[in-house]
């Protein structure tokens, strides 16, 4: 087991050290002036770009690294089509960079997974329970990441993240800190339709406290960060 482990580490450093200076310079150009079309071209010519993007996708501070998260799901919708064992190891790799024998933080990984997910959910149907799993690991950095990738998810395919819509109440909830609140609301507006009356109900009421929340979380939506009040999005569902 300390060996594979040990393997699959040296792989993701060594596709890092052997990209060409040149190459890891040009995606990075084309993320600074968003032309994704560029990225996702380089990444169907040299499928090691990546790993290139998820290292850049853990930037989530930055206009880049969302860019780069954005990039791996246009990418994946290519390479599903063509490499898709190649995207089945990527998508092995980042859930091995949530476990503590992976000796670091996959800071980005429930949105990169989200991203590669999405291109084609019934194939990689098996992988969303392992998303919504990380929910609850003592990393609750995590939180806001998972309720994104359901939310992905589930504007291809609703009903395999239906199993999960508990985590909805639970993020929005007193375990929920603002960005995760936010990513709920958003999943809550894809699967509204499919929730039971019952399930709206008690969702409703938890809304209705929220309206009173001022705090702010800092979200990247078309393009660019917005700062949102989670008590003006949760009026917006009241209304």
């Known amino acids: 087991m300390e060996y594979y482990i040990l393997s699959i580490r040296s792989s993701i450093d060594l596709y890092w050290l052997n990209m060409p ?6 995606i990075h150009l084309a993320l600074e002036s968003n032309d994704l079309g560029a990225v996702v071209s380089q990444t169907k010519e040299n499928r090691k770009v990546l790993s290139l993007l998820v290292r850049m996708a853990y930037d989530k501070d930055t206009l ?3 860019r780069a998260i954005k990039a791996i799901g246009l990418a994946a919708e290519e390479l599903v089509k063509t490499d898709y064992e190649f995207l089945r190891e990527t998508v092995r790799r980042l859930l091995w960079s949530l476990t503590d024998e992976s000796g670091g933080i996959g800071w980005a990984a429930p949105e990169i997974l989200g991203e590669i997910v999405s291109a084609d959910p019934e194939r990689f149907s098996d992988i969303i329970p392992l998303i919504a799993g990380v929910y609850d690991v003592e990393e609750k950095v995590f939180r806001p990441g998972v309720l994104y990738a359901l939310g992905k998810i589930a504007e291809i395919s609703p009903d395999l993240v239906m199993p999960f819509k508990d985590l909805i109440r639970r993020a929005l909830s007193g375990e929920g800190d603002p960005l995760s ?18 399930d709206l109900d008690d969702l409703k009421k938890i809304i ?32």
């Open 181 to 198: 609140r936010v990513f709920a609301f958003d999943l809550l507006k894809t699967l509204k339709n499919r929730l039971g009356k019952g």
């Open 208 to 239: 209705q406290n929220l309206q009173s929340d001022h705090s702010e979380a800092w979200v990247y939506k078309n393009d660019c960060f917005v700062s949102i009040e989670v008590g003006e999005y949760a009026h917006t569902f009241i209304s």
């Open 64 to 66: 880049v690294g969302w």
């Open 21 to 26: 200076h040149a190459l890891k310079k040009k």
